[in-house]
């Protein structure tokens, strides 16, 4: 089993409508959760952070945290084509941050 | 430098050579980490240095790769008698104490190796 594991897509969603994108981790002592945004040939850029259950929200963005079923997620609101990019997930236990293999997300207008 | 720097950015070397990979991080930034992202795959993490500790090396896929980080700061990730299989794009991450959870990596630009 994969540390984190992502739904690799593609993702296809209209412009105007709310992108779900999920993940899951195995290790029941990770502290942290990240999502970060990738646009091809470019390096990974944060999104947002969240370490409590709950939701956490940032603009059209929340981040969405259940520690119990060990899954977080990222909604996107009102999609906009510039939103189109592989989207990943990254966990941290004690150090160490892991990444999910990305969940590429198309925003067709 | 206000963000990670990484050099070379492009890198084409021939298949049994060896190459050296630089990383200097953000200042102030206790951490740095490498990862290796294959083409259209995910980031697979190799290595983690967290102030004078010792580093976790647990992602380094073989003998061949090693890494040190001089001072504190730059770090230097050397690839022996590359392959083919090593093709990829190396980034680099830095982070304040990652013992807080707030404190986030933020990555290079990345170094793109090809090997011919």
């Known amino acids: 089993q994969k540390e984190v594991e992502q739904n690799s897509g593609p993702l296809s969603v209209p412009e105007g409508a709310i992108a779900s994108l999920n993940c899951t981790y195995s290790d029941r002592g990770s502290q942290s959760f990240f999502w970060y945004r990738q646009y091809s040939g470019k390096s990974p850029e944060l999104i947002m952070f969240?370490?409590?259950?709950g939701d956490k929200e940032d603009g059209r963005f929340t981040a969405q945290l259940n520690k119990a079923s060990q899954y977080v997620s990222l909604l996107i609101r009102d999609s906009q084509p510039s939103d189109s990019a592989t989207y990943l997930c990254?966990?941290?236990?004690?150090?160490?941050?892991?990444f999910g293999q990305g969940t590429r997300l198309t925003i067709n207008p | 430098g206000a963000g990670v720097s990484q050099s070379p950015s492009n890198k084409v070397t021939e298949k049994g050579k060896d190459v050296e990979l630089r990383c200097d991080p953000i200042?102030?930034?206790?951490?740095l980490y490498w990862y290796r992202q294959s083409l259209g795959q995910g980031l697979e993490f190799l290595i983690y240095f967290q102030g004078n500790s010792a580093p976790d090396k647990s992602g380094l896929p073989s003998d061949r790769f090693s890494a040190e980080r001089t001072g504190g700061s730059v770090s230097t990730l050397t690839i022996q008698r590359t392959q083919q299989e090593d093709s990829a794009v190396y980034l680099c991450a830095s982070s304040l104490d990652p013992g807080h959870y707030g404190n986030t990596i933020y990555f290079g630009e990345g170094s793109w190796l090809t090997v011919v």
């Open positions: 200042s102030g930034h206790t951490a």
């Open positions: 969240i370490y409590s259950n």
């Open positions: 990254a966990v941290k236990g004690a150090q160490k941050l892991v």
